[in-house]
């Protein structure tokens, strides 16, 4: 984006500065967004790395070791998208119309992740089976691929008219920034859901799941090199708030030490440690979306109709309901999440009643 049209964004959100409360809501729905990248990331993971196990049984064991939780990290996802309808309804008017078709195949893309860890092993046929392995596998590759390539675009900017309307074509979504930020995304899951296997796999299974993370280990730096190349030269302007706040360089440090730890632990053969610092990875890049997008919610082509925390947000009285009812909720939902993860620690069995 050229200086001209970032000099422009500054000056249009310094008009119009958000309130605490705004700002409070802009971190609310990135926490609840990031929580669901995390969580729901290594079990995409998982899902995307599926055909790479031989057997019947291996296959069991990679739905089992997600079946305890998958459901549940998804809650994130659709508590992100109620909080940005109650926060910012603009920004979800806009995303929802604008991404359609997008969001639909995404919507499919779950409905087969589902659909598939259920019905899998209702049938001893080797044909059913198949079928919906390569289906858990592509509703799990397609899901990753649409969420990154939805995130590359509202980083790089769609056209919005004076309305706010999305005003390009599924097929602009498409361009080549986009594509390579789905691509990193995809890699980065497949790195988590190896890392994940490995913990919870043992055997010969889980020494090939060694080998499958250090490789996702290596090609995702390969790809997020060329990523931040591809964001410094092509979207120069996410690098401005840096320089209003200089503190705000500690999470692009520290996001880079968890890209590098996290093969680093995996050879020296923490992997608990390893997982641990591919989670850190996931939610530092997050943060470095949301610094590089603030004020803006949804950037815009040309850059004066773009949607910003204040031009998008609901009334004072509907966010200061919202934030009440979410300070009692999340506490119980992160509670929840965490006594489930505790209960079903440790290594997958595979039993007659599992998937």
């Given at each position: 984006m050229p200086l001209t049209q970032t000099a422009q964004a500054l000056a249009q959100s310094a008009a119009a500065d958000p309130t605490a409360l705004q700002l409070t809501w802009f971190l609310l729905v990135g926490l609840l967004l990031t929580l669901y990248a995390v969580l729901d990331g290594f079990d995409l993971g998982v899902g995307i790395l599926h055909l790479f196990a031989r057997t019947d049984e291996e296959r069991r064991i990679f739905m089992n070791s997600i079946g305890p939780v998958w459901d549940g990290n998804e809650v994130y996802l659709l508590t992100g998208g109620g909080a940005l309808f109650a926060a910012f309804p603009d920004v979800y008017a806009t995303v929802f119309s604008g991404f359609y078709l997008a969001l639909i195949l995404v919507l499919v893309a779950f409905i087969l992740r589902a659909v598939s860890l259920e019905?899998?092993?209702?049938?001893?046929?080797?044909?059913?089976?198949?079928?919906?392995?390569?289906?858990?596998?592509?509703?799990?590759?397609?899901?990753?691929?649409?969420?990154?390539?939805?995130?590359?675009?509202?980083?790089?900017?769609?056209?919005?008219?004076?309305?706010?309307?999305?005003?390009?074509?599924?097929?602009?979504?498409?361009?080549?920034?986009?594509?390579?930020?789905?691509?990193?995304?995809?890699?980065?899951?497949?790195?988590?859901?190896?890392?994940?296997?490995?913990?919870?796999?043992?055997?010969?299974?889980?020494?090939?799941?060694?080998?499958?993370?250090?490789?996702?280990?290596?090609?995702?730096?390969?790809?997020?090199?060329?990523?931040?190349?591809?964001?410094?030269?092509?979207?120069?302007?996410?690098?401005?708030?840096?320089?209003?706040?200089?503190?705000?360089?500690?999470?692009?440090?520290?996001?880079?030490?968890?890209?590098?730890?996290?093969?680093?632990?995996?050879?020296?053969?923490?992997?608990?440690?390893?997982?641990?610092?591919?989670?850190?990875?996931?939610?530092?890049?997050?943060?470095?979306f949301g610094i590089g997008m603030f004020p803006n919610m949804v950037r815009s082509i040309p850059v004066e109709n773009s949607l910003t925390i204040a031009n998008a947000s609901s009334s004072p009285l509907s966010q200061t309901v919202m934030l009440i009812i979410a300070c009692i909720g999340m506490p119980l939902v992160l509670g929840y999440s965490a006594y489930i993860y505790w209960v079903f620690r440790g290594k997958v069995k595979v039993e007659k009643a599992s998937y």
């Amino acid at each position: 984006m050229p200086l001209t049209q970032t000099a422009q964004a500054l000056a249009q959100s310094a008009a119009a500065d958000p309130t605490a409360l705004q700002l409070t809501w802009f971190l609310l729905v990135g926490l609840l967004l990031t929580l669901y990248a995390v969580l729901d990331g290594f079990d995409l993971g998982v899902g995307i790395l599926h055909l790479f196990a031989r057997t019947d049984e291996e296959r069991r064991i990679f739905m089992n070791s997600i079946g305890p939780v998958w459901d549940g990290n998804e809650v994130y996802l659709l508590t992100g998208g109620g909080a940005l309808f109650a926060a910012f309804p603009d920004v979800y008017a806009t995303v929802f119309s604008g991404f359609y078709l997008a969001l639909i195949l995404v919507l499919v893309a779950f409905i087969l992740r589902a659909v598939s860890l259920e019905f899998r092993s209702k049938e001893a046929f080797a044909w059913w089976r198949q079928a919906w392995d390569v289906a858990f596998h592509a509703g799990s590759l397609l899901a990753a691929l649409l969420v990154g390539v939805a995130l590359g675009n509202i980083a790089r900017g769609i056209p919005l008219d004076a309305n706010h309307e999305y005003a390009g074509s599924f097929l602009t979504l498409l361009n080549p920034y986009a594509l390579l930020v789905g691509l990193v995304t995809v890699l980065l899951f497949a790195q988590q859901g190896a890392l994940y296997l490995v913990m919870k796999t043992e055997g010969a299974l889980q020494a090939r799941m060694r080998k499958v993370a250090t490789w996702a280990n290596a090609l995702f730096i390969l790809l997020y090199a060329a990523l931040t190349l591809g964001t410094l030269l092509v979207q120069g302007d996410m690098v401005q708030g840096y320089y209003v706040a200089p503190i705000l360089w500690l999470v692009p440090l520290a996001t880079l030490a968890a890209v590098l730890a996290t093969p680093w632990l995996h050879q020296k053969g923490k992997e608990g440690a390893a997982f641990l610092a591919s989670c850190l990875t996931v939610a530092g890049l997050m943060g470095l979306f949301g610094i590089g997008m603030f004020p803006n919610m949804v950037r815009s082509i040309p850059v004066e109709n773009s949607l910003t925390i204040a031009n998008a947000s609901s009334s004072p009285l509907s966010q200061t309901v919202m934030l009440i009812i979410a300070c009692i909720g999340m506490p119980l939902v992160l509670g929840y999440s965490a006594y489930i993860y505790w209960v079903f620690r440790g290594k997958v069995k595979v039993e007659k009643a599992s998937y």
